[in-house]
């Protein structure tokens, strides 16, 4: 069975900061992996995603991130936080050929001026 | 891509009556999934919902509490049933047409009172 975790239920950043959230994943077979951001009272907005080829994944709002198989990780980051970053961030895997996720508990991220 | 419009977006409800909850895609999906969020945890898979057969729940989800109906390749409901306080959670339908990606509606905030 495939898991997520999410280290960190909360991280506090400056504007301007180095923005790292952490995921690491457990999968029998090669994953899916998924970053989705939750604003306040929206639903869930995908990020970026990994399937296969280049291991280091840019994604939408100056996000990226790096699978790495041997450590079994995807964590996300980001050079310098904005205010309007402030939100949860889910990380999720699919078993490839599937299409159901399964979500981390998420990572609520803090932005401070 | 896929858009997705789900109705209600917000309910208060008695504890003891049923709401039923719509998902409306713009284009045609051949699995929709619902997904339930906790106050202030992550996303878990509730069922998948096929056109022309039974719904497919997860552990911990059955059909009388939570009745699934999927009429075509556009639409599905999902019915919280006999609500209690601890059924408050924001419910979320999703698509995943191209098994790479989903797409999740904005959610129904429901609360039982």
């Known amino acids: 069975a495939q898991s997520v975790t999410q280290l960190g239920s909360h991280v506090s950043v400056s504007e301007g900061a180095l923005v790292l959230l952490r995921c690491n994943y457990s999968s029998s077979v090669p994953p899916y992996l998924f970053w989705y951001v939750q604003y306040p009272n929206q639903g869930l907005q995908l990020l970026l995603k990994y399937t296969t080829g280049a291991t280091l994944v840019k994604g939408i709002n100056g996000f990226e991130a790096e699978f790495k198989k041997s450590e079994t990780s995807f964590h996300l980051t980001k050079p310098s936080a904005h205010m309007s970053d402030a939100a949860e961030y889910f990380c999720?895997?699919?078993?490839?050929?599937?299409?159901?996720?399964?979500f981390g508990t998420g990572t609520r991220l803090l932005v401070s001026p | 891509s896929a858009v997705i419009s789900q109705k209600p977006s917000r309910d208060i409800c008695q504890r003891g009556t049923s709401l039923t909850i719509q998902c409306q895609v713009d284009s045609q999906v051949t699995m929709m999934f619902w997904y339930r969020q906790q106050p202030g945890q992550s996303l878990t898979l509730i069922a998948t919902?096929?056109?022309?057969?039974?719904?497919?729940?997860e552990s911990g989800f059955v059909i009388d509490k939570f009745p699934i109906s999927r009429p075509n390749l556009t639409f599905s409901t999902l019915t919280v049933s006999n609500m209690s306080p601890e059924d408050s959670s924001i419910y979320l339908c999703s698509v995943n047409p191209g098994v790479t990606e989903a797409f999740f509606g904005q959610g129904t905030r429901l609360t039982v009172v």
């Open positions: 999720a895997v699919s078993p490839t050929g599937f299409q159901k996720l399964v």
């Open positions: 919902a096929n056109q022309g057969s039974e719904a497919t729940y």
